[in-house]
C-alpha cells in the first residue's frame, strides 16, 4: 500500500540514456521518491505545472508580440485593404491609405510650411519628404495665408485642408506664393510663432528664366524672354516682370526675418537639390528633426528627363517615379549678353540675401 502511495516528484531532465521507455529520448523524467503523505501527483499533473508555467511564458509572450504590433501600427500604420501593418515605408508609399483609413488619423494644422520660391524645386522638395514615414504633406498648393478668401475662413478651414496624419507624423503642406506675399510672415506668426519654414532658392536668373518658361507655357503666344526682362525704352532691367522682381530675393526675406529667428528657416540650395538631391533632403531631415530614413538609392537620374527621379518599389510594382512634365522644362537659349546683365543686376541684391541668412551661394 505504502507503495501504492509512493509520491513521486517528476524532473525534467537532459541526459539521453537515463529515460528507461524510450532509449534514445533527449528529454527525461526521473522520478524521486517522496516522504511525506501529501495526495500523489501524477506526472501528468506534474506536467501540467510545466504546461501552466509555459501557457503564462506564451501568454507574456503574446501579450508583447500584441503590443509590438501596435506600436508597429501606430509607427506604420494599418491598411485596412490588406489587413496588415504598415512598414514605414510602405506607409511612406500607401500614404493614401494611411491616412484616409487609420482610424488613428487625424488632420492638424502643419508643423512645417515650405514658403517658395516659386521655381526653385519646392515640388522636388515635397515628394522627396513625403519618402519619409514619419512625414504626411498636403497634396496640393493651399493658399491659406496669401488669399483672403481663404484665411477669412479661420484656421479651422486651414486645418481642414491638411492631410490625414498619425500622431507621429509631421505635416507639411508648402504654397510658395506664401514667401513674396506681404501679409503672410505675419499671418503665420500669428498661428504659430515658432513654426518650422523651407525656403528653397535658386540661381536667381535660373529661376527667373523657368518662371519664364512657366508663363510662355500657359501662351500661344508669349513675347521671347529678352522681350520680357529687357526694358526696350532703358535698355535696363525690366522691373516690372513680375518674375525679375520675385528673384530679388533679400526683399521678401527681410518681412520674414521681422517675425521669424532665421534657426526657424531652412534653406535648400535649389541648385544643389537638381545635382545632389539626397544631401539636401538629408539636411532637411536633419532640420525638422527627423530620423534620415531617405536612402541614397531612392534617387535615380533618369537621362531622359535630365533629372533625378525616385526608384519605388510599392503595390504598383518596381519602377521609376518623376516629378510631373511641368517640372524640369526646357529652358531656352538665352542672349548670352542679356544673361551678364541680369547677373550683374542681381549681384547686390544676392550680396544683400547671404548677409541675411549668414550663408553664400554659388551665384556668380
Ligand atoms: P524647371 O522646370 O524650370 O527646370 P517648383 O517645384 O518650385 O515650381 O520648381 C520647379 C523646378 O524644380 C524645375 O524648374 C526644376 O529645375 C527643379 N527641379 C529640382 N529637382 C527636380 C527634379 N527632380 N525633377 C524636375 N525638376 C526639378
Given at each position: 500500500m505504502t507503495n501504492?502511495?509512493?509520491?513521486?516528484?517528476?524532473?525534467?531532465?537532459?541526459?539521453?540514456?537515463?529515460?528507461?521507455?524510450?532509449?534514445?529520448?533527449?528529454?527525461?523524467?526521473?522520478?524521486?521518491?517522496?516522504?511525506?503523505?501529501?495526495?500523489?501527483?501524477?506526472?501528468?499533473?506534474s506536467c501540467l505545472r510545466f504546461s501552466r508555467f509555459r501557457l503564462a511564458t506564451f501568454l507574456v509572450v503574446a501579450a508583447l508580440a500584441v503590443l509590438f504590433v501596435t506600436l508597429s501600427c501606430l509607427n506604420g500604420g494599418w491598411d485596412f485593404r490588406g489587413s496588415v501593418c504598415l512598414t514605414p515605408t510602405d506607409s511612406a508609399l500607401v500614404h493614401n491609405v494611411v491616412t484616409t483609413?487609420?482610424?488613428?488619423?487625424?488632420?492638424?494644422l502643419p508643423h512645417c510650411i515650405i514658403i517658395g520660391v516659386r521655381k526653385a524645386g519646392t515640388r522636388a522638395v515635397l515628394q522627396y519628404l513625403q519618402l519619409h514615414p514619419d512625414v504626411a504633406v498636403a497634396g496640393y498648393e493651399v493658399?491659406?495665408?496669401?488669399?483672403?478668401?481663404?484665411?477669412?475662413?479661420?484656421?479651422?478651414?486651414?486645418?481642414?485642408?491638411?492631410?490625414?496624419?498619425?500622431?507621429?507624423?509631421?505635416?507639411?503642406?508648402?504654397?510658395?506664393?506664401?514667401?513674396?506675399?506681404?501679409?503672410?510672415?505675419?499671418r503665420i506668426a500669428k498661428m504659430n510663432n515658432s513654426i518650422k519654414l523651407i525656403l528653397v532658392v535658386r540661381?536667381?536668373?535660373?529661376?527667373?528664366?523657368?518662371?519664364?518658361?512657366?508663363l510662355a507655357s500657359k501662351k500661344d503666344y508669349f513675347p521671347t524672354f529678352e522681350e520680357k526682362v529687357i526694358d526696350p525704352d532703358t535698355d535696363g532691367v525690366n522691373e516690372n516682370f513680375k518674375p525679375?522682381?520675385?528673384?530679388?530675393?533679400?526683399?521678401?526675406?527681410?518681412?520674414?526675418?521681422?517675425?521669424f529667428q532665421l534657426n526657424q528657416i531652412h534653406i535648400v540650395d535649389g541648385d544643389l537639390l537638381i545635382?545632389?538631391?539626397?544631401?539636401?533632403?538629408?539636411?532637411?531631415?536633419?532640420?525638422?528633426?527627423l530620423e534620415h530614413k531617405i536612402s541614397k538609392d531612392t534617387f535615380t537620374f533618369n537621362r531622359t528627363k535630365g533629372f533625378y527621379c525616385l526608384k519605388?518599389?510599392?503595390?504598383?510594382?518596381?519602377?521609376?517615379?518623376c516629378l510631373s512634365k511641368s517640372k524640369g522644362r526646357k529652358h531656352p537659349a538665352v542672349d548670352p549678353e542679356v544673361l551678364i546683365q541680369?547677373?550683374?543686376?542681381?549681384?547686390?541684391?544676392?550680396?544683400?540675401?547671404?548677409?541675411?541668412?549668414?550663408?553664400r551661394f554659388k551665384w556668380s
Open positions: 501504492n502511495l509512493q509520491v513521486f516528484r517528476w524532473v525534467k531532465g537532459l541526459i539521453k540514456e537515463a529515460a528507461p521507455e524510450k532509449k534514445v529520448m533527449t528529454v527525461y523524467y526521473k522520478p524521486i521518491p517522496q516522504d511525506d503523505l501529501s495526495p500523489p501527483v501524477s506526472p501528468n499533473s483609413h487609420s482610424p488613428l488619423a487625424r488632420q492638424v493658399h491659406f495665408f496669401d488669399d483672403n478668401v481663404n484665411y477669412s475662413q479661420g484656421l479651422d478651414f486651414y486645418r481642414r485642408q491638411m492631410p490625414y496624419s498619425l500622431k507621429h507624423q509631421l505635416t507639411i503642406e508648402k504654397t510658395p506664393a506664401y514667401f513674396h506675399t506681404l501679409r503672410v510672415p505675419e540661381e536667381p536668373v535660373q529661376r527667373l528664366i523657368s518662371s519664364y518658361v512657366q525679375v522682381k520675385r528673384s530679388l530675393y533679400y526683399i521678401f526675406m527681410n518681412r520674414w526675418l521681422k517675425h545635382r545632389d538631391p539626397f544631401q539636401e533632403i538629408y539636411n532637411v531631415e536633419t532640420f525638422l528633426g519605388l518599389d510599392d503595390e504598383l510594382g518596381k519602377r521609376t517615379k541680369l547677373r550683374n543686376y542681381y549681384k547686390s541684391a544676392n550680396d544683400l540675401f547671404f548677409q541675411q541668412v549668414h550663408r
